[in-house]
């Protein structure tokens, strides 16, 4: 399988509204590896790129170290899968499957075995004589997926391929692709608004905002170590807990109320580090709390006032304010509280995380 290369690749468009900047990615051979972000970040005008449907303004894409930039998308050995299944509604199931073997001129015998081995591995065989109005939602996505693999493509691209799924259906199919991915081991580029989807798939997540690279590593160190702001509120859910303030004489002073944070036994030098920016926004996520107090150095104890509650069966969150600041814990469902009470939770030092105010960059 091919290693795919972008090299400062760049898209303005005509308008001059320059959707991707200075791009620079190595995709390794047989990495399974999720572009992520926003509506308008450029994760899908990459992947266009990538596929030659769109053309690249400067800077190069290679796929197996060969420059692709002027190539034709059916001369870069590249199968997508699309957000709409774009299966024909004429044809069977069947008949889908072997389409592109048949435009490549394969005989029928082999195009036989082939549909077969694919719709065995994606489950699909009984569907083969169906049309798919037939099909659920998912079962057409098995078929799109199946199209894509008879080719025996180098490369698979998919375009936000669970998003027109139910929530069940596409925790199904978040399984159903990692296992096809083992079993092919081909290189494949996925895109998802849906940073669920990227932590639970992604070998690498590459995670963009306004056409730039925000961050680029697995989905534990996004989770534990994002490098800004952006990434450390888009990775996870519900959201980190931010508050703003300064650092003072080893006390967090938040900007909104005053309300002071006293850290005893913090890291001194990185909490003197932190104390150099004139603003600062502590970050700790919602699931390391832990409920009541602690006589541990190495824990921040807090104290807010619950607002309201979300219970989600395994899990419950709680909301509520610390002074004029909004937190949220994450916590077991059986966790007691009262709305308009304070409930006492305390934090790891090691979970929290310090972020400049103005250039939004992890303090480290």
Known sequence: MPEIKFENVNKIYENGYHAVHDLNLTIKDGEFIILV????????????????????????????????????????????????????????????????????????DTISKNVKAISNVLEIEKYLPRKPKALSGGQQQRVALGRALIRKAKVFLMDEPLSNLDALQRVNMRTEIRVIHNITGATTVYVTHDQIEAMTMADRIVVMKDGYIQQIGTPKELYFHPTNLFVAGFIGDPQMNFIKGHVEDGVFISSKDKTMIKLPGFDKALLDRVATHKEVIMGFRPESCALGKTEQKNFLNLSMIVEVSEMLGDTLNIYGKLGENDLVFR?????????NKPLDFYVPYDRILFFDSTSENIVE
């Open 331 to 339: 916590t077991n469902p059986f966790t007691k509280h009262t709305v």
């Open 37 to 108: 972000g926003p509506s308008g970040c450029g994760k899908s005008t990459t992947l266009r790129m990538l596929a030659g449907l769109e053309s690249i303004s400067g800077g190069e894409l290679k796929i197996a170290n060969k420059v692709v930039n002027a190539l034709k998308p059916k001369e870069r050995g590249i199968a997508m899968v699309f957000q709409s299944y774009a299966l024909y509604p004429t044809m069977t199931v069947y008949d889908n499957l072997a389409f592109s073997l048949r435009l490549a001129g394969v005989d029928e």
